[in-house]
Antibody, heavy 121, light 110 residues
Framework: EVQLVESGGGLVQPGRSLRLSCAAS????????MHWVRQAPGKGLEWVSG????????GYADSVRGRFTISRDNAKNSLYLQMNSLRPEDTALYYC??????????????WGQGTLVTVSS | QSALTQPASVSGSPGQSITISCTGT?????????VSWYQQHPGKAPKLMIY???KRPSGVSTRFSGSKSGNTASLTISGLQAEDEADYYC??????????FGGGTKLTVL
């Protein structure tokens, strides 16, 4: 069964950094784009960042561009999100999502259970 | 990158049909038939229900269907069932490296 397991969340002070990881299993990881999607407490979904299978194409939401960096290691079947200069408004449950589309982005057919990031002093 | 516009809530009785709208602009929904829809039950991860505007993944009930007119995409659920009560989100491709979600709609089955 396709599985995505996020880790690395926690409580962090404003301005500090955090690195999230997503371990993928039971599918050919390097065939698919991958994404991070977040959900603030009681709020809706927000696309954060995406990366193509070979890391050649990367995109960010305006709200995180310049502060967050997405990357992947296909040899380790892993996706990462380096989050710098964190703000209270970055507080959210961060989901890792597999994208099964091959010619565009936006067909999230598998999601992890999320890792919670809380930014507070 | 403004969020797509969805109604905050919709409701219907068992057996009825409901439609949830998702309004964007000519730069996203209007330019591409690449809207996906997700169902999210409380405390659970989202689940893909519709992709590329009107296609259903394997295992998703035929009661769920998608459509688009101009800058507005729609999700219709027919034969409403209690288990359909959940939050629903649309998501549109908006050009290479850009995706936008809607604000979400809470569906209540009366």
């Amino acid at each position: 069964e396709v599985q995505l397991v996020e880790s690395g969340g926690g409580l962090v002070q404003p301005g500090r950094s955090l690195r999230l990881s997503c371990a993928a299993s039971d599918f050919t990881f390097d065939d698919y784009p991958m994404h991070w999607v977040r959900q603030a407490p009681g709020k809706g979904l927000e696309w954060v960042s995406g990366i193509s299978w070979n890391s050649n194409t990367i995109g960010y939401a305006d709200s995180v561009r310049g502060r967050f960096t997405i990357s992947r290691d296909n040899a380790k079947n892993s996706l990462y999100l380096q989050m710098n200069s964190l703000r209270p408004e970055d507080t959210a449950l961060y989901y890792c999502a597999k994208d099964s589309s091959t010619w565009y982005w936006g067909r999230f057919d598998c999601w992890g259970q999320g890792t919670l990031v809380t930014v507070s002093s | 990158q403004s969020a797509l516009t969805q109604p905050a809530s919709v409701s219907g009785s068992p057996g009825q049909s409901i439609t949830i709208s998702c309004t964007g602009t000519s730069s996203d929904v209007g330019s591409y038939n690449l809207v996906s829809w997700y169902q999210q039950h409380p405390g659970k991860a989202p689940k893909l229900m519709i992709y590329e505007g009107n296609k259903r993944p394997s295992g998703v009930s035929t009661r769920f269907s998608g459509s688009k007119s101009g800058n507005t995409a729609s999700l219709t659920i027919s034969g409403l069932q209690a288990e359909d009560e959940a939050d629903y989100y649309c998501c549109s491709y908006a050009g290479i490296t850009t995706l936008i979600f809607g604000g979400g709609t809470k569906l209540t089955v009366l």
